[in-house]
């Protein structure tokens, strides 16, 4: 699914992201576009917010200062949201992503998707459905988290390697029928539909017409939530389609039918 590219400002709530995948979270929103603006939120004052103080000069991030005046209130919000409004009708961006788990950000994703405006969250997976549901695409930082890799001792002998293995594969190779779906249900559900909306007359779909309305139905939707990382790749896992090779010149649009 190509995807144009625009510019987008990056805010985050300092206060509900974790520090350690601020890389990983603006290569994510380079996928969509270029962060013209980037800023974090929070009270720098505070012993809490000394783990992202090394890293905002790495990544040219604008720190903003919000003290909390009132015990148990978090003011972060308030700021972020009110510049994201300044921002908005400044006309100087076409997208936005939202760093937080926080569902107090529900109403911010709307009104920007209200503008006509790309709209992104980055969260955790305890994140609220009304806020996934508000944006266009919602990236569970579970999918962007690095794989730590097994060290094995020094005194134990290294096999010979063996092909990294999904987590498809692994659930195959067990004792379930051949039929099963290693999708959740909510997932499965979510590909059925989007398959049926995308059809033609011959009950067959371009594969990025199916990733363009998946995206519709459940902007969290991620392939590599099952260690798999493209679309075809994921349908050729499924025991329901076949994909069809569809070669335009030197580049491939592939298909998907029902079997």
Not at 101 to 113: E, M
Not at 221 to 229: E, K, M, N
Request: proline share 4%.
């Amino acid at each position: 699914m190509k995807e144009t590219k625009f510019n987008i400002a990056i805010l985050i709530d300092g206060d509900n992201a974790q520090p350690k995948l601020l890389k990983e979270t603006i290569e994510e929103v380079s996928k969509y576009g270029k962060a013209t603006i980037r800023r974090i939120y929070g009270d720098w004052t505070s012993q809490t917010m000394s783990s992202w103080k090394s890293l905002i000069n790495q990544h040219s991030i604008n720190p903003i200062q919000k003290f909390s005046y009132t015990s148990g209130k978090n003011s972060t919000d308030g700021a972020l949201i009110i510049d994201a409004m300044d921002i908005l009708h400044s006309k100087n961006v076409e997208g936005f992503c939202i760093v937080s788990s926080d569902s107090d950000y529900t109403g911010l994703a709307k009104r920007i998707r209200e503008e006509g405006l790309f709209v992104m969250g980055i969260g955790e997976k305890k994140t609220p459905e009304s806020f996934v549901q508000s944006c266009d695409i919602f990236t569970y930082t579970e999918n962007i988290t690095p794989k730590i890799p097994e060290i094995l001792p020094e005194n134990v002998k290294e096999e010979k390697p063996k092909a990294k293995e999904s987590k498809v594969e692994k659930i195959t190779k067990k004792s379930i029928p051949k039929k099963a779906s290693f999708l959740s249900t909510k997932d499965e559900k979510t590909i059925s539909k989007a398959f049926d909306i995308s059809t033609d007359e011959n009950e067959i779909a371009y594969i990025s017409t199916i990733g363009a309305n998946i995206r519709k139905i459940d902007p969290s939707f991620d392939t590599r939530t099952y260690d798999i990382y493209s679309l075809s790749k994921l349908f050729e896992n499924l025991e329901e389609y076949e994909v069809i090779e569809n070669k335009v010149g030197a580049l491939n649009h592939p298909l998907v039918k029902r079997k």
